[in-house]
């Protein structure tokens, strides 16, 4: 793949909005998964989320637009307004025509969606919002973008559950070396903390249930895991080619160089036992870098903190790996603050592109008891000093969808 450059980055978690307060707390590792206290959550198995504070601080939306849209749509125009001032991008300068959106997410924007459906079965249809329709549906954050800045140029929105933003990522950075795009707003976002969109992650079996211990709850590869928390942010990263950021004397955080995907084909849910698909994409990923094992420095894993998820990931990586396998390490920090279903990949990428600049590893977080089955380096609760060169994110989704992504410090 001909390298795409990450020239800036906007992002909204519970850990941080701001990247440097963001990158303090992954790198001390403080978790900010807490009781949700937004609904009433106490019939559910699974009752803990990360919650983004803040935002309002960072937004310069609207009341009149925020009537009309969903937390996830909110989420990504903050981002995106984040990103754009990180890039030092001024759109009046730009060709909008030539301007590129490509989003992720698994649910859409069910905290509008739901609050409006109860209204309709109370007060009938003149009690729904006339903006419900474009509200909730997973498109809904890439039009309200494109409108709020006036981009007009190719654009997407992917729906693949947790793998859904790391693939629209990739999709973008290909799209801009086709020569559609001068360059494109690449990322995802998601906004799980609802009634009906934590049920439906419930039934999916793979939330924990450990709600007594919140911060201590997401503990991928450890023996004793139970499933994730889930988690609400958004995350937006600028793509460009390397000859406008030349010509612009643009910042490059990082390159994107190689992307591979593959599908297990085997349940609806779990990922295939044996991981041979999972390590068909990261060996892609690495063919498309034109890079070997040995020159990854990090892996962000998919640390999704289920027996099946945890277990098949290792099994792939050691596939691929080999002997290199136990020197490479490999971190799941989405554990600090939850899992953000669709929007995890942007996040993971963020992450991982922090880590490069302050040559840290990430830690995971309420690692305890070793997994005989999952026995690499996770860089255990604690970060690691290291120089990051080559970098690769993995992200899954449920239905054996499976991605990787290879980014290279500038």
């Known amino acids: 793949m001909e390298k795409i450059a990450i020239t800036g980055l906007g992002l909204i978690s519970p850990s941080g909005i701001e990247k440097r307060q963001f990158w303090s707390n992954i790198k001390a590792g403080r978790s900010t998964v807490e009781k949700i206290e937004r609904f009433d959550a106490s019939l559910y198995p699974s009752r803990i989320a990360g919650h983004v504070k803040e935002l309002e601080a960072y937004s310069s939306v609207s009341s009149r637009l925020l009537k009309k849209i969903d937390l996830f749509s909110h989420m990504a125009l903050v981002a995106s307004e984040l990103c754009l001032t990180d890039a030092k991008i001024n759109l009046s300068d730009e060709d909008l025509k030539r301007v590129g959106i490509f989003m992720g997410n698994a649910l859409g924007g069910w905290l509008y969606a739901e609050t409006e459906l109860r209204d309709m079965y109370i007060e009938g249809r003149e009690g729904v919002s006339p903006f419900m329709a474009s509200a909730w549906f997973p498109a809904a954050p890439q039009g309200q973008i494109s409108i709020y800045y006036g981009i007009k140029g190719f654009s997407k929105t992917i729906v693949a559950d947790r793998a859904s933003s790391l693939m629209a990522i990739a999709y ?190 990430p830690p995971t977080i309420n690692y305890q008891t070793p997994d005989p089955e999952c026995d690499l380096d996770y860089c255990p609760n604690k970060a690691q000093v290291k120089e990051i060169k080559n970098a690769m994110i993995i992200n899954r989704g449920r239905g054996g969808i499976n991605c990787a992504l290879i980014v290279q410090k500038n």
């Open 172 to 361: 973008a950075a290909r799209t801009i070396i086709r020569g559609k795009c001068d360059f494109i707003l690449a990322g995802g976002m998601e906004a799980p903390v609802t009634p009906y969109a934590l049920l439906c992650c419930v039934t999916s079996g793979m939330l924990t249930h450990n709600n007594e211990n919140p911060h201590g709850a997401y503990r991928p590869f450890d023996k004793n895991r139970d499933g994730f928390a889930i988690a609400e942010g958004a995350g937006v990263l600028t793509l460009e080619p390397h000859h406008r950021v030349n010509k612009r004397g643009a910042h490059v955080y990082a390159n994107i160089i190689g992307y591979g995907t593959s599908t297990d084909a085997v349940n609806r849910i779990d990922p295939a036992q044996d991981g041979h698909q999972l390590a068909r994409a990261i060996k892609m990923a690495l063919d498309d870098a034109g890079l070997s094992p040995g020159d990854i420095d990090y892996i962000c894993a998919d640390g999704a903190g289920t027996v099946a998820g945890d277990i098949t990931e290792t099994k792939a990586i050691k596939e691929v790996f080999n002997n290199h396998a136990k020197k490479v390490p490999v971190s799941a920090p989405k554990s600090i603050f939850g899992n953000m279903l669709g929007a995890s990949g942007a996040l993971d990428v963020i992450t991982t592109v922090l880590a490069m600049e302050h040559d840290m590893v």
